[in-house]
T-cell receptor, first 113, second 114 residues
């Protein structure tokens, strides 16, 4: 029973263009959503988060959009850079004191120079 | 400042042996989490420590898995009588407090059970 789904395993984008990474969830109780970026042989690095009461959060080249009715969120990277090539994980957190995260399987982004 | 560190970075063990994986969280972080990532899968929650509270062990897959956190800092994840399906990358994360959203991850320990 996967509560957080990243249905596309990979994405390839030309440098300078927009990258759109999608994520779907099933648990309407999640109150925070996060994106993590992971390079090989390193741990995931926090990228950006969004509260369930918001529909958009922007940080530099990264914007996360949340559509609660569709239980869908997306990460937009614009413009994409070769250094953005990594695995991106979508994660969700239920309300309460225990912040254990539920992760998707990840999507591998390749940005072509 | 120092981030989350884990040791060893790689561990190869024979089926049936016990292994211990270590995590040093960021100094001052009261919340500590263990996750694992099996091949082709997302990160799977294992166990969570918050201060002196009883740990949340709800993610441990079997009673062969246990973890402790000594002095509110270093944590050890122990897997007894390892099986091949235990092969995965084991990741530790810490955060300033349990209500803080951002978790900082270590580089992980890649465990291979032969």
């Amino acid at each position: 029973d996967q509560q957080v789904k990243q249905n596309s395993p990979s994405l390839s984008v030309q440098e300078g263009r927009i990258s759109i990474l999608n994520c779907d969830y099933t648990n309407s109780m999640f109150d925070y959503f996060l994106w993590y970026k992971k390079y090989p042989a390193e741990g995931p690095t926090f990228l950006i988060s969004i509260s369930s009461i918001k529909d958009k959060n922007e940080d530099g080249r990264f914007t996360v959009f949340l559509n609660k009715s569709a239980k869908h969120l997306s990460l937009h990277i614009v413009p994409s850079q070769p250094g953005d090539s990594a695995v991106y994980f979508c994660a969700a957190r239920p309300p309460g004191a225990n912040s254990k995260l539920t992760f998707g399987k990840g999507i591998t982004l390749s940005v072509r120079p | 400042g120092a981030g989350v560190s884990q040791s060893p970075s790689n561990k190869v063990t024979e089926k049936g042996k016990d292994v211990e994986l270590r995590c040093d969280p960021i100094s001052g972080h009261t919340a500590l989490y263990w996750y694992r990532q099996s091949l082709g899968q997302g990160l799977e929650f294992l166990i969570y420590f918050q201060g002196n509270s009883a740990p949340d062990k709800s993610g441990l897959p079997s009673d062969r898995f246990s973890a402790e956190r000594t002095g509110g800092s270093v944590s050890t994840l122990t897997i007894q009588r390892t099986q091949q399906e235990d092969s995965a990358v084991y990741l530790c994360a810490s955060s300033l407090a349990s209500l803080v959203i951002e978790q900082y991850f270590g580089p992980g320990t890649r465990l291979t059970v032969t």
